[in-house]
């Protein structure tokens, strides 16, 4: 990211990042670009939609391509272990030097402007060092009662309509909640207007789904704070979106932690084997989803 905004400074080609790379916007190191312009669209299941009407190049980074359409193949670029039949591959540099990204830029130039979707701002940044930063004003806030417990909503999304619970299930949530989130599941709901807790916004973003890290080491520092013995103790509920494989190894970290009743959704895991499923069960207590109604219910002791 930081070669191709060094590359494309003073050229003319505004950049913009989709779906997973939205924390990038985090990174202060960059806020000296200014034509780092902003986040295009949303989670990466939309991006057939979203590219067409981006007009220019993408960049594809991540393992979250899906087959490109005819009306954006001739702009979509691959780089890095991302790959794809007959889409252009940026190469790593010759002997440790920058990538090339000329060609992608000259082609930013012949394009038209992206199409707008929407306009607005999304907070976010919150990975361990910040939040450990203001941790005795969330510490301050739990004593207080005003921040009555968290939910870690973070994993992946899909275009499976019952992901859309996720959405709802946010909304329901009571003032008193805190969501912190990872990966891009966060676009079911970091768009709600959840508003503050004094100053602590209610959806608190640590990146991407490898920052799922910095939900645990908030939810380690958080036990030691508050003298606890058990990560159990925390007031903390666990509603995970799960997609493929970099989530699971989310769940197999908490549970290494000793993190227990973790719901997991839309549904479990398919190629868990009925003996694995009954351990996951029986000893750290994973469960499903059912419906907004009643999981408010059984999170919230009503």
Known sequence: MEELLRQTEGTGVD??????????????AFKKYEHFVGNYGNAWWQQATEFAAFNGPILMTTNCIVPPKSSYLDRIYTTGNTGFPDVRHIPEGPE??????????????CCNPPTELESGEIVGGFAHHTVTG??????DAVKAGAIKRFFVM??????????????EFARELP???????AGCAKYKYNKLDLGEIGGIPRVLDAGQCNDSYSLAVIALKLKEI????????????????WYEQKAVIVLLALL???VKNIHLGPTLPAFLSPNVANILVEKFGIAGITN??????LFLGA
Not at 96 to 109: L, M, N, R, V, Y
Not at 292 to 297: H, I, N
């Open 292 to 297: 907004v109604e009643d999981d408010m219910k």
């Open 175 to 181: 003032r008193g909640t805190v969501i912190l989130t």
């Open 256 to 258: 290494y932690l000793g």
């Open 226 to 241: 508050l003298g606890l013995e058990d990560i159990n103790e925390l007031p903390i509920s666990y509603n995970i979106a």
């Open 134 to 139: 203001i941790a005795d004003q969330v510490v």
């Open 15 to 28: 950049v913009y990042t989709h779906s997973e790379m939205l924390p990038a916007h985090y990174y202060p």
């Open 96 to 109: 440790g030097q920058p990538k090339d990204f000329s060609e992608i830029i000259a082609h930013a130039k």
């Open 154 to 167: 973070a994993g992946c999304d899909g275009r499976m309509k019952s992901r859309n619970y996720y959405t």
